[in-house]
């Protein structure tokens, strides 16, 4: 990618193992970023011995100014900008007319068009649309009751920047327990959704150009355990298996929208094994650090393929069978503290891991300084 020898890249999220992954995926291929680190539980990706210059920051605020203030002229050839948490990449789509003429950077082509579909009741209104599978769904205020109601339901934040994200997360069997899940929500606006015994989940990790009109979708992942309302920590990576259908409604919805970025697309596999669209992130996704590891860095193809408009048919890379990530210090809580795995068995899996999200012996000062933080960062 000798195209980017000479190009500023700046990645910007808070301290966490997302934007590691991306730092550590921009470092192993020769290009050290700028990281703009915004403050969060401890000192991670800032640690990263691959980041050429970091900035720290105390919000999302402060962040974009810095991006406007430090990047935003001087240049002749526009920094690439490269979002790792739902608010800061909100925040830049708002302000799209500043930043257009300045920057590569993820967007649906208009100011506040991206953050339009972070709102988790239009995004499936626009799968719906395009022929994917949705459970029945509510938008509420907090506080209101549908009279066509049907238990059990989950209970979730309307977007990723509103509310307590995971901690607006209930799943109510009756009137009595949504109640007194609204007494807890943060959100005002609400989304009940019928909850499904789901069998797993499936992400797909990719991204788009030519205003969402062309994909490239190397890779899916299930999740080695289920956890109700969480992510799982501990997860599988495939190469992408969905069916012609589902994805002929996920490149519809994708050009419907217009959007041009890195993103992560979730389903719900039901017990029968149907698929139900549950939502887009569209910024940088952890698992993408996996998929770099079979020698297909997203973030940087997706920066190839904005600079030639072209996606390339040799990016593909075979997806080893089996091939395992985990983020160790959620998982150890989950499975060691939470639940009845031993230790020995854990620390058994954790060592035949390919993509552990902290421990790399190239880049060790995240591990590190994640071990001394252990109980804040799981």
Known sequence: MDSLDTRKIIVVGMEHYNPLGLIRILGKNG???????????????????????????????????????????????????????????????????????????????????????????????????????????????????????????????????????????????????????FEKIESPQVLLQRYLDKKNEICIDGFSIDSGRALFNPICTTYNYNLDGYYSPYMTMHPYFLDEKTTRGIADMMAEIGFEGVYSIEFLLGP?????????????????????????????????????????????????????????PVDHRKRVLEGDLDLADWLTDFKNVECPFYQDDDDPEPFREMVRNWEKLS
């Open 272 to 328: 029968d094994d149907e698929l139900y669209f549950t939502e887009i992130n569209f910024r940088n996704s952890p698992w993408n650090r996996g998929a770099a590891k079979m020698g297909m860095p997203i973030p940087l193809l997706w920066i190839e393929a904005m600079l030639t408009g072209r996606i390339q048919d040799n990016w593909y890379r075979p997806v080893p069978k089996g091939f395992k990530a985990m983020i160790e």
């Open 31 to 181: 290009i050290s970023p700028d990281y703009i680190a915004i403050k969060h539980k401890s000192k991670v990706a800032s640690l990263s011995k691959y980041v050429s210059k970091v900035h720290h920051v105390d919000n999302i605020e402060q962040a974009v100014e810095l991006l406007l203030s430090e990047y935003g002229t001087g240049y002749d050839e526009a920094p690439v900008i490269l979002t790792t948490d739902d608010d800061v990449q909100s925040l830049i789509d708002d302000r799209y007319e500043e930043f257009k003429d300045r920057f590569i950077f993820f967007n649906s082509g208009r100011a506040g068009r991206t953050t339009e579909f972070m709102d988790k009741k239009k995004i499936l209104d626009v799968a719906k649309k395009n022929g994917l599978q949705i459970l029945d769904t509510w938008s509420v205020k907090k506080g209101d009751i549908p009279d066509d109601l049907t238990y059990p339901i989950i209970t979730k934040s309307i977007s990723p920047n509103v509310g307590g994200w995971k901690s607006d997360v209930f799943i109510c069997e009756s009137e009595e327990d949504l109640r007194k899940a």
